[in-house]
DNA sequence: TCTGGGGTCCTAGGACCC
DNA sequence: TCTGGGGTCCTAGGACCC
C-alpha cells in the first residue's frame, strides 16, 4: 500500500515563474477548407472523419446549429439538410501542409515551442511577462493572431497562464468570450477566480467524462472548485495525474514545454469496416493492406519495429451479436520496417485470434518499441550460456580489425546482482545496450 | 556466498487528448 | 441501416524470476 506523501509531485525549480501561450487554430479543418475557397465564409460547414462517418469539425455556424463533436453523420441528417450544410470528406494532406504554414509562422515569434497538435502549439514567454504591463503580452499575443491570419489565412485564438493548463483554460475564454475577442490573458490576472469560476470543469484540460461525473458528484462544477479541492480528495479520485492537474491550477507548474519531438513509441493502422466481416481470408486481406500502410508509416519517418500487435474487435453498437476482442502481440525477432516481414508476422496473428461465428467490425495492427532504423541488427550468436565467450569476442574484433570496426556489433549484458546489499541498492539493475565493451557501473 | 521480498513482464482495461 | 483514427499515460493482478 502505497501513502500519498510517497507520491508526492517533485516541482520544477522555476514551477512558479513560467509563461505559456497556447495558440490554437479555430475550427481547423473547416478553417483549412475555406482558405482555399471564400465563398465558405460565413457558411455552416462541417468535415468527417475517414469514412465520412462521424464529423470531426465544425465551423461556428455548425456548431451554432447545434451538430456536436464526434456525432454520427447520420444523427444530424436531418439539421444538414434542412440547412444547407455544406459537409467535406477530410482531407488530411491538406490539413497538415496548412498546420506546418502556421507553426512555421509562430517559430518566429518564440524561440521556444511546443507543437502539441496538428492545429494547437504552445509558445513558451517566460520573461515577457515582467517587460511590461498585462496589456503588453496582450497586445502581444493580437499581433501573433493577426500575422497568423495574414499569412496562412487560419483565425487562432490565444490564452496565457503561468502553466500549461491555465493557458488552456485562458485559451477556452478566449474563444468563447466575445469581450475577449480571441485572446485572453490570465497572468497577474485580477479575474482569475471569475474566469475559473466560468469555466465548466468539463472543459478543463484532462477532465474527461468519467472525472465530470465523479466530481460532480462530490459538488465540483467549475475550475475554480476544483483548484481549491482537497488534495487528499483529489489524489484518490483521480490519481497522481488528477492532483498534478490541481496544482496547475494553483499556477504551479508541472508540465514542462516539450520542444523537441520524441519518437514515436507505436505507429497504428486501423480501419472499421463498412459491413461486418465473418470470414478469415476477408480479415487477413484487409490487415495485410494495413501493415502495408503502417510499414510505410514506419519507413517514412525512419523507424523499425521491434514489436507488433494484432487486434480484431465486434461492433459495440450491435447489441444482438456476440462481443469479441482480442489483440496478440509478436515480439520480433529483429527490428523492421520490412512490409513481407510484418505482414508475416501479422497473418500469423490473425489465425491466432480469428474465431469463427463472430462478425468482426474492426481490425488494426500496431506497430511499436521503434527504434531508428539504422539500428536494425541480427542476432548471430547468443554468447550468454556459453562457455567459449572469449573465442567468440576475439573472432569479432579479428573480422572488425579486417573489414572496418563496427562490421559486426556485439551487445555485452552487465548485471549488477539483485540481491547484494539493501533494498534501496538492488534496482535500477544495469544493463547496456549495442555498444563497444563499456564497463557497467551501477549508479 | 546466502534467499525472501521486491522487481519486471504480461495482459487487460481505463481515462484522456486532438 | 449507418457510430473515426491515432495517440499517450496510468493502474492492477498474476506469473515469474532470482
Known amino acids: ?8 509531485i517533485t516541482l520544477p525549480t522555476d514551477a512558479r515563474n513560467r509563461c505559456f501561450a497556447l495558440v490554437d487554430c479555430n475550427n481547423f479543418y473547416a478553417s483549412c477548407e475555406r482558405a ?35 456525432q454520427p ?42 507543437i502539441y497538435s496538428i492545429d494547437e502549439a504552445f509558445l513558451n514567454l517566460s520573461g515577457c511577462d515582467h517587460l511590461g504591463k498585462h496589456g ?19 483565425p487562432v485564438s490565444i490564452g496565457i497562464g503561468r502553466t500549461k493548463t491555465l493557458a488552456k483554460v485562458a485559451n477556452r475564454i478566449a474563444k468563447k468570450s466575445t469581450r475577449a475577442n480571441g485572446v485572453f490573458n490570465l497572468m ?23 472525472s465530470t461525473k465523479k466530481l460532480k458528484a462530490y459538488g465540483i462544477n467549475n475550475a475554480l472548485q476544483l483548484r481549491d479541492i482537497d488534495d487528499q480528495l483529489i489524489r484518490r479520485q483521480m490519481g497522481i495525474v488528477g ?5 496547475e491550477l494553483r499556477e504551479i507548474s508541472c508540465l514542462s514545454l516539450e520542444t523537441c519531438t520524441p519518437i514515436r513509441k507505436g505507429v497504428t493502422s486501423s480501419r472499421s469496416f463498412g459491413r461486418k466481416i465473418e470470414s478469415l481470408d476477408e480479415l487477413k486481406e484487409a490487415v495485410a493492406a494495413y501493415v502495408t500502410k503502417a510499414a510505410i508509416k514506419l519507413r517514412k519517418q525512419n523507424l523499425a519495429a521491434q514489436i507488433l500487435t494484432v487486434f480484431l474487435t465486434t461492433n459495440p453498437y450491435s447489441k444482438n451479436d456476440k462481443q469479441y476482442s482480442k489483440s496478440v502481440v509478436f515480439h520480433l525477432p529483429a527490428a523492421m520496417n520490412n512490409t513481407v516481414e510484418l505482414i508475416h508476422y501479422a497473418m500469423q496473428g490473425v489465425d491466432k485470434i480469428f474465431k ?17 532504423a539504422e539500428q536494425i541488427q541480427t542476432t548471430l550468436f547468443d554468447l550468454s550460456n556459453t562457455k567459449r565467450k572469449n573465442k567468440l569476442t576475439e573472432a569479432i574484433d579479428v573480422i572488425n580489425d579486417i573489414m572496418g570496426s563496427g562490421t559486426l556489433k556485439y551487445a ?11 533494498s534501496e541498492n538492488r534496482s535500477p539493475r544495469y544493463t547496456t545496450s549495442w555498444k563497444e565493451l563499456p564497463t557497467a557501473k551501477a549508479d
Open 1 to 8: 500500500m502505497r501513502s500519498t506523501t510517497e507520491t508526492a
Open 36 to 70: 482555399f475557397d471564400p465563398r465558405l465564409e460565413n457558411k455552416p460547414i462541417v468535415v468527417l472523419s475517414n469514412n465520412d462517418g462521424c464529423i470531426v469539425a465544425r465551423s461556428g455556424e455548425a456548431k451554432a446549429l447545434g451538430i456536436g463533436m464526434g
Open 73 to 114: 453523420v447520420f444523427k444530424c441528417r436531418d439539421i444538414i439538410e434542412k440547412h444547407g450544410v455544406l459537409v467535406f470528406s477530410s482531407n488530411y494532406t491538406l490539413y497538415g501542409n496548412m498546420s506546418e504554414r502556421v507553426m512555421n509562422t509562430l517559430s518566429q515569434f518564440t524561440p521556444e515551442m511546443e
Open 136 to 154: 503588453d503580452l496582450t497586445e502581444y499575443a493580437r499581433h501573433i493572431c493577426a500575422t497568423v491570419k495574414q499569412w496562412t489565412g487560419i
Open 188 to 210: 497577474n490576472s485580477p479575474h482569475m477566480d471569475k474566469a475559473l469560476e466560468w469555466v465548466d470543469i468539463s472543459d478543463v484540460w484532462g477532465i474527461g467524462g468519467r
Open 243 to 247: 492532483l498534478r492537474l490541481v496544482y
Open 356 to 372: 469463427e461465428g463472430y462478425k468482426y467490425k474492426k481490425a488494426g495492427v500496431m506497430l511499436a518499441e521503434l527504434i531508428p
Open 412 to 422: 555485452i549484458q552487465g548485471g549488477t546482482r539483485p540481491w547484494n546489499g539493501k
